[in-house]
Protein backbone atom coordinates (compact mmCIF):
# COMPACT_ATOMS: atom_id res chain seq x y z
CA UNK A 1 0.00 0.00 0.00
CA UNK A 2 1.75 3.07 -0.97
CA UNK A 3 0.42 6.02 1.06
CA UNK A 4 1.18 10.02 0.28
CA UNK A 5 3.01 12.10 2.86
CA UNK A 6 -0.57 13.58 4.09
CA UNK A 7 -4.28 14.00 3.07
CA UNK A 8 -5.29 17.20 1.12
CA UNK A 9 -7.50 19.20 3.18
CA UNK A 10 -7.60 16.71 6.08
CA UNK A 11 -6.82 19.58 8.76
CA UNK A 12 -10.13 21.82 6.53
CA UNK A 13 -13.49 22.14 7.49
CA UNK A 14 -15.01 19.79 4.93
CA UNK A 15 -18.78 19.81 3.45
CA UNK A 16 -20.13 16.52 5.32
CA UNK A 17 -18.56 12.92 6.87
CA UNK A 18 -19.14 11.65 3.57
CA UNK A 19 -16.35 13.89 1.79
CA UNK A 20 -14.27 13.57 4.83
CA UNK A 21 -14.83 9.44 4.02
CA UNK A 22 -13.73 10.21 0.22
CA UNK A 23 -10.53 12.08 1.04
CA UNK A 24 -9.40 9.42 3.65
CA UNK A 25 -10.24 6.88 1.07
CA UNK A 26 -7.39 8.69 -0.74
CA UNK A 27 -4.79 6.83 0.86
CA UNK A 28 -5.07 3.61 -1.59
CA UNK A 29 -8.42 3.70 -3.13
CA UNK A 30 -8.34 4.64 -6.76
CA UNK A 31 -11.44 3.01 -7.56
CA UNK A 32 -15.49 3.30 -5.71
CA UNK A 33 -17.13 0.36 -7.29
CA UNK A 34 -21.05 1.06 -6.71
CA UNK A 35 -24.86 0.13 -6.86
CA UNK A 36 -26.26 3.53 -5.52
CA UNK A 37 -29.40 3.88 -3.17
CA UNK A 38 -31.91 6.19 -1.23
CA UNK A 39 -29.05 6.15 1.59
CA UNK A 40 -26.41 8.20 -0.76
CA UNK A 41 -27.94 11.07 -0.87
CA UNK A 42 -24.62 12.52 0.75
CA UNK A 43 -22.40 10.38 -1.40
CA UNK A 44 -24.28 11.30 -4.38
CA UNK A 45 -23.95 15.35 -3.63
CA UNK A 46 -19.86 14.58 -2.67
CA UNK A 47 -18.84 13.44 -6.10
CA UNK A 48 -20.60 16.49 -7.69
CA UNK A 49 -18.92 18.99 -5.16
CA UNK A 50 -15.28 17.23 -6.10
CA UNK A 51 -16.06 16.82 -9.61
CA UNK A 52 -17.07 20.77 -9.52
CA UNK A 53 -13.54 21.53 -7.50
CA UNK A 54 -10.91 19.73 -9.68
CA UNK A 55 -10.17 17.93 -6.53
CA UNK A 56 -8.62 14.24 -7.07
CA UNK A 57 -10.96 11.73 -6.08
CA UNK A 58 -11.48 7.92 -6.75
CA UNK A 59 -12.86 6.90 -9.89
CA UNK A 60 -16.86 6.20 -9.82
CA UNK A 61 -17.24 3.12 -11.39
CA UNK A 62 -21.50 2.54 -11.78
CA UNK A 63 -22.24 -1.51 -11.53
CA UNK A 64 -25.92 -2.24 -12.16
CA UNK A 65 -25.46 -5.56 -9.92
CA UNK A 66 -23.27 -6.19 -6.71
CA UNK A 67 -21.95 -8.91 -7.27
CA UNK A 68 -20.32 -7.28 -9.75
CA UNK A 69 -18.88 -4.13 -7.85
CA UNK A 70 -17.44 -6.42 -5.05
CA UNK A 71 -16.13 -9.44 -7.63
CA UNK A 72 -14.12 -6.67 -9.46
CA UNK A 73 -12.45 -4.58 -6.48
CA UNK A 74 -11.73 -8.54 -5.38
CA UNK A 75 -9.98 -8.55 -9.22
CA UNK A 76 -8.28 -5.53 -8.67
CA UNK A 77 -6.90 -6.56 -5.37
CA UNK A 78 -5.32 -10.01 -7.11
CA UNK A 79 -3.28 -7.11 -8.45
CA UNK A 80 -2.48 -4.57 -6.35
CA UNK A 81 -3.08 -5.93 -3.19
CA UNK A 82 -4.32 -3.16 -1.83
CA UNK A 83 -8.40 -2.60 -0.87
CA UNK A 84 -10.38 -0.79 -3.14
CA UNK A 85 -14.16 0.55 -2.40
CA UNK A 86 -17.44 -0.93 -2.57
CA UNK A 87 -20.55 1.36 -1.46
CA UNK A 88 -23.95 -0.70 -1.52
CA UNK A 89 -27.45 0.29 -0.16
CA UNK A 90 -28.51 -0.55 3.78
CA UNK A 91 -29.92 -4.64 3.83
CA UNK A 92 -30.90 -4.84 0.57
CA UNK A 93 -27.56 -4.15 -1.24
CA UNK A 94 -25.47 -5.66 1.05
CA UNK A 95 -27.54 -9.07 0.84
CA UNK A 96 -27.06 -8.38 -3.05
CA UNK A 97 -23.42 -8.85 -2.45
CA UNK A 98 -24.26 -12.54 -2.58
CA UNK A 99 -21.29 -14.99 -2.94
CA UNK A 100 -18.98 -12.24 -3.73
CA UNK A 101 -18.87 -11.88 -0.01
CA UNK A 102 -17.62 -15.56 0.45
CA UNK A 103 -15.05 -15.56 -2.49
CA UNK A 104 -13.31 -12.09 -1.37
CA UNK A 105 -13.15 -13.85 2.66
CA UNK A 106 -11.45 -17.03 1.32
CA UNK A 107 -9.46 -15.21 -1.28
CA UNK A 108 -7.84 -13.56 1.17
CA UNK A 109 -8.09 -9.93 -1.01
CA UNK A 110 -8.46 -6.51 1.06
CA UNK A 111 -11.78 -4.88 0.59
CA UNK A 112 -13.50 -1.85 1.76
CA UNK A 113 -17.41 -2.16 2.03
CA UNK A 114 -19.32 1.17 3.22
CA UNK A 115 -23.28 0.27 3.44
CA UNK A 116 -25.66 2.90 4.47
CA UNK A 117 -27.80 2.48 7.63
CA UNK A 118 -31.73 3.74 7.43
CA UNK A 119 -32.04 7.19 9.18
CA UNK A 120 -33.19 7.26 12.66
CA UNK A 121 -34.68 10.86 12.94
CA UNK A 122 -38.12 10.83 11.59
CA UNK A 123 -39.58 14.93 11.87
CA UNK A 124 -36.96 16.60 9.47
CA UNK A 125 -34.84 18.00 12.51
CA UNK A 126 -31.54 16.22 10.89
CA UNK A 127 -30.67 16.62 7.22
CA UNK A 128 -30.72 13.27 5.72
CA UNK A 129 -33.85 12.08 8.42
CA UNK A 130 -36.66 9.77 6.89
CA UNK A 131 -37.97 11.26 3.90
CA UNK A 132 -39.20 7.71 1.95
CA UNK A 133 -41.06 4.94 3.26
CA UNK A 134 -38.61 2.39 2.43
CA UNK A 135 -36.50 3.58 5.44
CA UNK A 136 -39.15 1.76 7.85
CA UNK A 137 -39.01 -1.19 6.04
CA UNK A 138 -35.10 -1.43 5.50
CA UNK A 139 -34.25 -0.76 9.28
CA UNK A 140 -33.10 -3.60 10.71
CA UNK A 141 -31.28 -4.09 13.98
CA UNK A 142 -28.74 -6.08 13.11
CA UNK A 143 -27.74 -5.38 9.33
CA UNK A 144 -24.09 -6.09 9.81
CA UNK A 145 -24.84 -10.05 10.60
CA UNK A 146 -25.64 -10.46 7.25
CA UNK A 147 -21.71 -10.17 6.65
CA UNK A 148 -19.96 -10.39 9.85
CA UNK A 149 -18.76 -13.85 9.55
CA UNK A 150 -17.11 -13.23 6.64
CA UNK A 151 -15.52 -9.83 7.44
CA UNK A 152 -11.77 -9.33 9.49
CA UNK A 153 -13.72 -6.16 11.15
CA UNK A 154 -17.00 -4.32 11.13
CA UNK A 155 -18.01 -1.53 12.78
CA UNK A 156 -20.42 1.50 12.31
CA UNK A 157 -19.37 5.22 12.00
CA UNK A 158 -21.77 7.22 14.64
CA UNK A 159 -19.26 10.25 15.08
CA UNK A 160 -18.62 12.63 11.83
CA UNK A 161 -15.52 13.55 12.99
CA UNK A 162 -14.05 9.95 13.60
CA UNK A 163 -14.78 9.10 9.84
CA UNK A 164 -11.39 9.45 8.65
CA UNK A 165 -9.72 7.34 11.71
CA UNK A 166 -12.05 4.40 11.00
CA UNK A 167 -11.53 4.16 7.75
CA UNK A 168 -7.77 4.30 7.82
CA UNK A 169 -8.22 2.05 10.40
CA UNK A 170 -10.17 -0.03 8.35
CA UNK A 171 -7.70 -0.45 5.51
CA UNK A 172 -5.10 -1.14 7.66
CA UNK A 173 -7.07 -4.07 8.84
CA UNK A 174 -7.77 -5.39 6.01
CA UNK A 175 -4.41 -4.89 4.39
CA UNK A 176 -3.02 -6.71 7.03
CA UNK A 177 -2.35 -10.51 6.14
CA UNK A 178 -4.06 -12.57 6.08
CA UNK A 179 -5.89 -9.72 4.06
CA UNK A 180 -9.47 -9.57 4.39
CA UNK A 181 -12.69 -7.36 3.38
CA UNK A 182 -13.93 -4.95 5.89
CA UNK A 183 -17.62 -3.46 6.49
CA UNK A 184 -18.06 -0.21 7.57
CA UNK A 185 -21.77 1.35 8.08
CA UNK A 186 -23.21 4.42 8.84
CA UNK A 187 -27.26 6.37 8.98
CA UNK A 188 -27.52 9.12 6.26
CA UNK A 189 -27.98 11.35 8.90
CA UNK A 190 -24.01 10.78 9.78
CA UNK A 191 -22.70 11.04 6.29
CA UNK A 192 -24.71 14.45 5.74
CA UNK A 193 -22.56 15.83 9.08
CA UNK A 194 -20.03 18.48 9.38
CA UNK A 195 -16.91 17.75 10.24
CA UNK A 196 -13.18 18.61 10.54
CA UNK A 197 -10.82 16.43 11.04
CA UNK A 198 -7.55 16.20 13.02
CA UNK A 199 -4.70 15.84 11.10
CA UNK A 200 -3.48 11.94 10.56
CA UNK A 201 0.07 10.86 10.26
CA UNK A 202 -0.75 8.25 7.52
CA UNK A 203 2.72 6.59 8.53
CA UNK A 204 0.93 5.37 11.74
CA UNK A 205 -1.56 3.42 9.64
CA UNK A 206 0.35 1.16 7.35
CA UNK A 207 -0.53 -2.58 7.59
CA UNK A 208 1.47 -4.68 9.75
CA UNK A 209 3.82 -6.55 8.59
CA UNK A 210 4.78 -10.47 8.86
CA UNK A 211 8.15 -11.74 9.65
CA UNK A 212 10.09 -15.38 8.88
CA UNK A 213 11.18 -18.17 11.44
CA UNK A 214 13.78 -18.50 14.06
CA UNK A 215 17.00 -19.62 13.34
CA UNK A 216 16.45 -22.82 14.76
CA UNK A 217 13.04 -23.21 13.43
CA UNK A 218 14.86 -22.41 10.13
CA UNK A 219 17.90 -25.07 10.26
CA UNK A 220 14.86 -27.40 11.26
CA UNK A 221 12.64 -26.87 8.17
CA UNK A 222 16.09 -26.91 5.92
CA UNK A 223 17.60 -29.89 7.79
CA UNK A 224 14.38 -31.99 6.86
CA UNK A 225 13.66 -30.98 3.55
CA UNK A 226 17.23 -31.68 2.62
CA UNK A 227 16.84 -35.23 4.31
CA UNK A 228 13.79 -35.97 2.48
CA UNK A 229 13.83 -38.55 -0.17
CA UNK A 230 10.60 -37.94 -1.09
CA UNK A 231 9.31 -34.17 -0.59
CA UNK A 232 6.22 -32.52 -1.72
CA UNK A 233 4.91 -29.23 -1.63
CA UNK A 234 1.42 -28.63 -1.71
CA UNK A 235 0.26 -24.71 -2.30
CA UNK A 236 -2.69 -22.94 -3.32
CA UNK A 237 -1.70 -19.29 -2.50
CA UNK A 238 2.12 -18.82 -2.34
CA UNK A 239 1.93 -16.85 -6.28
CA UNK A 240 0.19 -13.68 -4.38
CA UNK A 241 3.75 -12.25 -4.19
CA UNK A 242 5.40 -12.68 -7.60
CA UNK A 243 8.96 -12.77 -6.01
CA UNK A 244 7.84 -15.82 -4.12
CA UNK A 245 7.40 -17.61 -7.02
CA UNK A 246 10.98 -17.19 -8.07
CA UNK A 247 12.32 -17.62 -4.40
CA UNK A 248 10.47 -21.36 -4.50
CA UNK A 249 12.01 -21.84 -7.92
CA UNK A 250 15.08 -21.15 -6.61
CA UNK A 251 14.81 -23.63 -3.42
CA UNK A 252 13.06 -26.28 -5.57
CA UNK A 253 16.00 -26.56 -7.65
CA UNK A 254 18.69 -26.60 -4.83
CA UNK A 255 17.76 -29.48 -3.07
CA UNK A 256 14.87 -31.33 -5.68
CA UNK A 257 11.29 -31.38 -4.14
CA UNK A 258 7.97 -32.04 -5.86
CA UNK A 259 5.63 -28.98 -6.02
CA UNK A 260 1.84 -28.99 -6.70
CA UNK A 261 -0.34 -26.37 -7.46
CA UNK A 262 -3.96 -27.71 -5.77
CA UNK A 263 -6.89 -25.25 -7.14
CA UNK A 264 -4.67 -22.52 -7.63
CA UNK A 265 -5.65 -18.73 -7.08
CA UNK A 266 -2.25 -17.66 -8.50
CA UNK A 267 0.80 -19.02 -10.52
CA UNK A 268 2.29 -20.52 -7.53
CA UNK A 269 5.27 -22.47 -9.76
CA UNK A 270 6.06 -22.60 -13.34
CA UNK A 271 3.60 -24.90 -14.88
CA UNK A 272 6.48 -25.95 -17.12
CA UNK A 273 8.80 -26.70 -14.46
CA UNK A 274 11.33 -29.87 -14.26
CA UNK A 275 9.34 -30.70 -10.47
CA UNK A 276 5.77 -29.19 -11.01
CA UNK A 277 3.72 -32.68 -10.67
CA UNK A 278 0.40 -30.80 -11.59
CA UNK A 279 -2.97 -29.38 -10.14
CA UNK A 280 -4.44 -32.63 -9.12
CA UNK A 281 -5.41 -32.60 -5.50
CA UNK A 282 -4.15 -35.68 -3.53
CA UNK A 283 -1.54 -35.87 -5.79
CA UNK A 284 1.72 -38.01 -4.53
CA UNK A 285 0.46 -37.53 -0.83
CA UNK A 286 0.76 -40.71 -0.40
CA UNK A 287 4.27 -41.37 -1.14
CA UNK A 288 5.76 -38.51 -0.16
CA UNK A 289 7.67 -39.10 2.83
CA UNK A 290 7.49 -35.04 3.79
CA UNK A 291 4.69 -32.82 2.96
CA UNK A 292 5.05 -29.44 3.09
CA UNK A 293 1.73 -27.34 3.24
CA UNK A 294 2.99 -24.21 2.17
CA UNK A 295 -0.18 -21.56 1.61
CA UNK A 296 -2.83 -23.58 1.24
CA UNK A 297 -6.71 -24.32 2.33
CA UNK A 298 -7.01 -28.03 1.69
CA UNK A 299 -4.02 -30.38 0.76
CA UNK A 300 -5.60 -33.12 0.32
CA UNK A 301 -8.97 -34.79 0.86
CA UNK A 302 -8.67 -37.16 3.92
CA UNK A 303 -11.49 -39.60 3.02
CA UNK A 304 -9.74 -40.26 -0.65
CA UNK A 305 -6.21 -40.38 0.22
CA UNK A 306 -4.15 -40.54 3.71
CA UNK A 307 -0.01 -39.56 4.47
CA UNK A 308 2.32 -42.63 5.82
CA UNK A 309 2.38 -42.76 9.01
CA UNK A 310 5.91 -41.62 9.40
CA UNK A 311 5.79 -38.94 6.77
CA UNK A 312 7.10 -35.55 8.72
CA UNK A 313 4.36 -32.50 7.71
CA UNK A 314 5.06 -29.24 8.07
CA UNK A 315 2.78 -25.94 7.45
CA UNK A 316 3.82 -22.78 6.74
CA UNK A 317 0.62 -20.25 5.57
CA UNK A 318 -0.50 -16.27 6.34
CA UNK A 319 -3.44 -18.32 7.90
CA UNK A 320 -2.29 -21.59 9.34
CA UNK A 321 -5.81 -21.66 11.97
CA UNK A 322 -8.24 -20.77 9.16
CA UNK A 323 -10.00 -19.71 12.45
CA UNK A 324 -13.38 -17.90 9.87
CA UNK A 325 -13.51 -21.79 8.64
CA UNK A 326 -15.49 -23.89 10.74
CA UNK A 327 -13.83 -27.68 11.38
CA UNK A 328 -10.48 -27.22 9.42
CA UNK A 329 -7.58 -30.21 10.58
CA UNK A 330 -4.48 -31.55 8.66
CA UNK A 331 -1.54 -33.06 11.03
CA UNK A 332 1.06 -30.81 11.25
CA UNK A 333 4.72 -31.30 13.31
CA UNK A 334 5.12 -27.74 13.23
CA UNK A 335 2.83 -24.84 11.86
CA UNK A 336 3.99 -21.26 11.11
CA UNK A 337 1.98 -18.74 10.99
CA UNK A 338 4.38 -16.65 8.77
CA UNK A 339 5.64 -15.03 5.37
CA UNK A 340 6.22 -17.30 3.03
CA UNK A 341 8.55 -14.64 0.92
CA UNK A 342 10.17 -13.94 3.80
CA UNK A 343 10.77 -17.88 4.56
CA UNK A 344 11.97 -18.68 1.26
CA UNK A 345 14.28 -15.59 0.95
CA UNK A 346 15.94 -16.75 4.50
CA UNK A 347 15.68 -20.75 2.76
CA UNK A 348 17.13 -20.00 -0.28
CA UNK A 349 20.11 -17.75 1.66
CA UNK A 350 21.04 -20.54 3.86
CA UNK A 351 24.49 -22.29 3.22
CA UNK A 352 24.01 -25.99 2.49
CA UNK A 353 25.77 -28.90 1.00
CA UNK A 354 22.91 -30.56 -1.32
CA UNK A 355 23.81 -34.71 -1.39
CA UNK A 356 23.82 -34.68 -5.60
CA UNK A 357 23.29 -38.33 -5.42
CA UNK A 358 20.34 -37.92 -3.34
CA UNK A 359 18.93 -34.95 -5.42
CA UNK A 360 19.08 -37.16 -8.51
CA UNK A 361 17.46 -39.85 -6.66
CA UNK A 362 14.60 -37.30 -5.39
CA UNK A 363 14.33 -35.95 -9.51
CA UNK A 364 14.20 -39.96 -10.30
CA UNK A 365 10.92 -39.89 -8.32
CA UNK A 366 9.51 -36.56 -9.73
CA UNK A 367 10.04 -37.54 -13.47
CA UNK A 368 8.61 -40.71 -13.20
CA UNK A 369 5.72 -39.55 -10.97
CA UNK A 370 5.61 -37.28 -13.95
CA UNK A 371 4.74 -39.68 -16.64
CA UNK A 372 2.69 -41.86 -13.68
CA UNK A 373 0.08 -38.31 -13.27
CA UNK A 374 -0.04 -37.14 -17.25
CA UNK A 375 -3.54 -37.36 -17.92
CA UNK A 376 -4.58 -39.58 -20.96
CA UNK A 377 -6.15 -38.05 -24.18
CA UNK A 378 -9.45 -37.96 -24.59
CA UNK A 379 -11.29 -39.69 -27.70
CA UNK A 380 -11.95 -36.98 -30.62
CA UNK A 381 -15.53 -36.10 -30.78
CA UNK A 382 -17.62 -37.23 -33.77
CA UNK A 383 -18.61 -34.90 -36.14
CA UNK A 384 -16.35 -32.37 -35.79
CA UNK A 385 -17.59 -31.43 -32.12
CA UNK A 386 -15.10 -29.69 -29.24
CA UNK A 387 -14.16 -31.81 -26.25
CA UNK A 388 -12.88 -29.67 -23.08
CA UNK A 389 -9.19 -30.85 -23.97
CA UNK A 390 -9.34 -29.46 -27.71
CA UNK A 391 -10.81 -26.39 -26.52
CA UNK A 392 -7.87 -26.60 -23.32
CA UNK A 393 -5.68 -26.82 -26.51
CA UNK A 394 -6.72 -23.84 -28.21
CA UNK A 395 -6.87 -21.67 -25.90
CA UNK A 396 -3.60 -22.35 -24.69
CA UNK A 397 -2.21 -21.16 -28.16
CA UNK A 398 -3.48 -17.60 -27.41
CA UNK A 399 -1.71 -17.28 -24.28
CA UNK A 400 1.30 -14.30 -24.54
CA UNK A 401 3.33 -12.17 -22.29
CA UNK A 402 0.54 -9.64 -22.09
CA UNK A 403 -2.05 -12.31 -21.06
CA UNK A 404 -3.54 -12.71 -17.63
CA UNK A 405 -6.23 -15.42 -17.41
CA UNK A 406 -9.12 -15.39 -15.31
CA UNK A 407 -10.03 -18.88 -14.35
CA UNK A 408 -13.80 -20.19 -13.37
CA UNK A 409 -14.44 -23.72 -14.41
CA UNK A 410 -14.51 -25.80 -11.27
CA UNK A 411 -15.12 -29.42 -13.13
CA UNK A 412 -12.76 -28.20 -16.11
CA UNK A 413 -9.96 -27.41 -13.71
CA UNK A 414 -7.78 -30.14 -14.72
CA UNK A 415 -7.83 -30.34 -18.31
CA UNK A 416 -7.50 -26.46 -18.81
CA UNK A 417 -4.41 -26.04 -16.31
CA UNK A 418 -2.96 -29.28 -17.53
CA UNK A 419 -2.89 -27.28 -20.84
CA UNK A 420 -1.89 -23.76 -20.28
CA UNK A 421 0.36 -24.65 -18.05
CA UNK A 422 0.84 -21.03 -16.91
CA UNK A 423 4.06 -20.10 -16.39
CA UNK A 424 4.49 -15.97 -15.30
CA UNK A 425 3.62 -14.72 -12.06
CA UNK A 426 0.60 -12.69 -12.30
CA UNK A 427 -0.66 -13.70 -15.38
CA UNK A 428 -2.70 -16.00 -13.79
CA UNK A 429 -5.89 -15.27 -11.23
CA UNK A 430 -8.48 -17.64 -9.50
CA UNK A 431 -11.34 -17.55 -6.96
CA UNK A 432 -10.47 -18.64 -3.60
CA UNK A 433 -13.99 -19.39 -3.02
CA UNK A 434 -17.01 -21.14 -4.11
CA UNK A 435 -19.40 -18.47 -4.95
CA UNK A 436 -19.61 -18.53 -8.69
CA UNK A 437 -20.17 -15.61 -10.80
CA UNK A 438 -16.43 -14.31 -9.80
CA UNK A 439 -14.47 -14.78 -13.18
CA UNK A 440 -16.41 -12.38 -15.23
CA UNK A 441 -16.73 -9.72 -13.23
CA UNK A 442 -13.32 -9.75 -11.63
CA UNK A 443 -11.40 -9.27 -15.24
CA UNK A 444 -12.81 -5.95 -15.12
CA UNK A 445 -10.82 -5.10 -11.54
CA UNK A 446 -7.74 -7.06 -13.46
CA UNK A 447 -8.12 -4.95 -16.09
CA UNK A 448 -8.04 -2.04 -14.41
CA UNK A 449 -5.58 -2.30 -12.35
CA UNK A 450 -3.36 -3.99 -14.98
CA UNK A 451 -4.50 -1.76 -17.89
CA UNK A 452 -1.63 -3.42 -20.54
CA UNK A 453 -3.06 -7.25 -19.87
CA UNK A 454 -5.18 -8.72 -22.98
CA UNK A 455 -7.36 -10.55 -20.24
CA UNK A 456 -9.20 -13.54 -21.51
CA UNK A 457 -11.60 -15.15 -19.21
CA UNK A 458 -12.44 -18.89 -19.11
CA UNK A 459 -15.65 -19.37 -17.61
CA UNK A 460 -18.29 -22.74 -17.18
CA UNK A 461 -21.56 -21.56 -18.45
CA UNK A 462 -23.01 -21.98 -14.75
CA UNK A 463 -20.64 -19.37 -13.36
CA UNK A 464 -21.25 -17.02 -16.26
CA UNK A 465 -24.86 -16.88 -15.39
CA UNK A 466 -24.41 -16.46 -11.58
CA UNK A 467 -21.74 -13.48 -12.49
CA UNK A 468 -25.46 -11.32 -13.75
CA UNK A 469 -23.47 -10.58 -17.52
CA UNK A 470 -26.37 -7.93 -18.41
CA UNK A 471 -24.53 -6.37 -15.20
CA UNK A 472 -20.55 -6.98 -16.35
CA UNK A 473 -20.51 -6.02 -19.91
CA UNK A 474 -22.72 -3.09 -19.34
CA UNK A 475 -19.99 -2.25 -17.09
CA UNK A 476 -17.39 -3.12 -19.52
CA UNK A 477 -18.28 -1.33 -22.37
CA UNK A 478 -19.49 1.86 -20.48
CA UNK A 479 -15.82 2.06 -18.77
CA UNK A 480 -14.20 0.80 -21.67
CA UNK A 481 -12.73 -2.31 -20.12
CA UNK A 482 -12.41 -5.31 -22.79
CA UNK A 483 -12.06 -8.64 -21.75
CA UNK A 484 -12.25 -11.78 -23.98
CA UNK A 485 -14.63 -14.19 -22.63
CA UNK A 486 -14.42 -17.86 -23.09
CA UNK A 487 -17.98 -19.49 -22.06
CA UNK A 488 -18.10 -23.47 -21.93
CA UNK A 489 -21.36 -24.27 -22.78
CA UNK A 490 -21.34 -28.16 -21.92
CA UNK A 491 -25.10 -28.06 -21.75
CA UNK A 492 -25.69 -27.39 -17.80
CA UNK A 493 -24.29 -27.30 -14.31
CA UNK A 494 -21.45 -29.85 -14.19
CA UNK A 495 -20.48 -29.78 -10.68
CA UNK A 496 -24.07 -31.27 -9.02
CA UNK A 497 -23.41 -34.38 -11.43
CA UNK A 498 -19.83 -34.77 -10.57
CA UNK A 499 -20.83 -34.63 -6.87
CA UNK A 500 -23.60 -37.04 -7.14
CA UNK A 501 -20.65 -39.91 -8.90
CA UNK A 502 -18.57 -39.20 -6.11
CA UNK A 503 -21.51 -40.29 -3.60
CA UNK A 504 -23.44 -42.85 -6.14
CA UNK A 505 -21.23 -43.68 -8.73
CA UNK A 506 -23.28 -46.63 -10.05
CA UNK A 507 -26.40 -44.96 -8.91
CA UNK A 508 -30.14 -44.51 -10.81
CA UNK A 509 -29.37 -41.15 -11.46
CA UNK A 510 -26.30 -42.48 -13.47
CA UNK A 511 -27.87 -45.52 -15.03
CA UNK A 512 -31.16 -42.90 -16.04
CA UNK A 513 -28.94 -40.02 -17.45
CA UNK A 514 -31.11 -37.89 -14.42
CA UNK A 515 -29.57 -35.21 -12.79
CA UNK A 516 -31.47 -32.49 -13.56
CA UNK A 517 -28.86 -29.91 -14.66
CA UNK A 518 -29.42 -29.25 -18.29
CA UNK A 519 -30.51 -25.69 -17.89
CA UNK A 520 -27.85 -24.02 -20.25
CA UNK A 521 -29.27 -26.27 -22.76
CA UNK A 522 -30.92 -23.96 -25.62
CA UNK A 523 -29.07 -20.83 -24.22
CA UNK A 524 -27.32 -18.41 -26.25
CA UNK A 525 -25.33 -16.93 -23.41
CA UNK A 526 -22.82 -15.03 -25.69
CA UNK A 527 -26.28 -12.74 -27.18
CA UNK A 528 -26.38 -11.40 -22.93
CA UNK A 529 -23.50 -9.77 -23.44
CA UNK A 530 -24.26 -8.53 -26.77
CA UNK A 531 -27.27 -6.93 -25.67
CA UNK A 532 -25.88 -5.42 -22.25
CA UNK A 533 -22.52 -4.40 -23.48
CA UNK A 534 -22.78 -4.69 -26.90
CA UNK A 535 -19.90 -7.14 -26.56
CA UNK A 536 -18.93 -8.93 -29.94
CA UNK A 537 -20.96 -12.13 -29.66
CA UNK A 538 -19.04 -15.40 -31.55
CA UNK A 539 -21.20 -19.28 -31.20
CA UNK A 540 -19.17 -22.00 -32.73
CA UNK A 541 -19.64 -25.83 -31.85
CA UNK A 542 -17.08 -26.71 -34.74
CA UNK A 543 -13.75 -28.05 -33.73
CA UNK A 544 -12.39 -27.30 -37.47
CA UNK A 545 -14.30 -23.89 -36.63
CA UNK A 546 -12.97 -23.21 -33.29
CA UNK A 547 -9.00 -21.74 -33.62
CA UNK A 548 -10.02 -19.35 -36.67
CA UNK A 549 -13.09 -17.67 -33.81
CA UNK A 550 -10.82 -17.67 -31.09
CA UNK A 551 -7.90 -15.51 -32.87
CA UNK A 552 -10.82 -13.45 -34.65
CA UNK A 553 -11.64 -12.81 -31.17
CA UNK A 554 -8.46 -11.86 -29.84
CA UNK A 555 -7.87 -9.23 -32.38
CA UNK A 556 -10.93 -7.09 -31.65
CA UNK A 557 -10.21 -7.44 -27.96
CA UNK A 558 -6.84 -6.19 -28.50
CA UNK A 559 -8.08 -2.92 -30.42
CA UNK A 560 -10.55 -2.67 -27.44
CA UNK A 561 -13.50 -4.26 -27.91
CA UNK A 562 -15.32 -7.00 -25.46
CA UNK A 563 -15.98 -10.21 -27.10
CA UNK A 564 -17.49 -13.21 -26.02
CA UNK A 565 -16.97 -16.60 -27.45
CA UNK A 566 -19.69 -19.37 -26.18
CA UNK A 567 -18.07 -22.65 -27.28
CA UNK A 568 -20.50 -25.66 -27.46
CA UNK A 569 -18.53 -28.70 -25.71
CA UNK A 570 -19.97 -32.30 -25.42
CA UNK A 571 -23.07 -32.19 -23.53
CA UNK A 572 -22.87 -33.54 -20.01
CA UNK A 573 -26.47 -34.82 -20.04
CA UNK A 574 -28.77 -35.79 -22.66
CA UNK A 575 -32.05 -35.18 -20.07
CA UNK A 576 -34.33 -32.54 -21.41
CA UNK A 577 -36.20 -30.75 -18.52
CA UNK A 578 -39.69 -29.52 -18.30
Known amino acids: MTLPNELNNLNAPVSSACKLLLEAARSGVEFIFTNLGSDHPAFIEAFATLAASGERMPRIIICPHEMTALSAAHGHA ?7 MVLVHVDVGTQNLGGSVHNAARSRVPALIVAGLSPVSTSGERVGSRTEFIHYTQDTSRQHEIVAQYMKWCYEIRDAKMTDQVVLRGLQIAETEPQGPIYLTGAREVWEEPA ?43 GRQN ?8 LADQIGIAVCEVNPQYVNFPGNHAMHVGYRRNTLIDEADLIWMLDVDVPWIVSKVQPKTNTRIFHLDIDTLKASMGFWH ?3 EQSWQADSLAVLNQLTSLPRLVDETARQERLDWIQSSQVKLALPDLPVPANDGINIQQLSNSI ?50 IKLAKPEADVITIV ?28 INNGGWNAPKASTLLVHPQGRAQQSDQFWITSTRNSRLADIAAAAGDAHAFRVSNFSELASTLENAVQRVKQGQTCVVEVLTLPISAQILG
Not at 243 to 250: D, I, T
Open 78 to 84: LVSRRAQ
Open 196 to 238: KAPLQSLAHWRPSQQAGLSPEDLASLSKALCAAKRPLIVTSYL
Open 243 to 250: AAVERLVQ
Open 330 to 332: FPA
Open 396 to 445: AQLIDDQTVVAFEAPTATDRVLNALRMRKPGSYFANGGSGLGWSINAAIG
Open 460 to 487: GDGSYVFGVPSSTYWVAATYQVPQLTIV
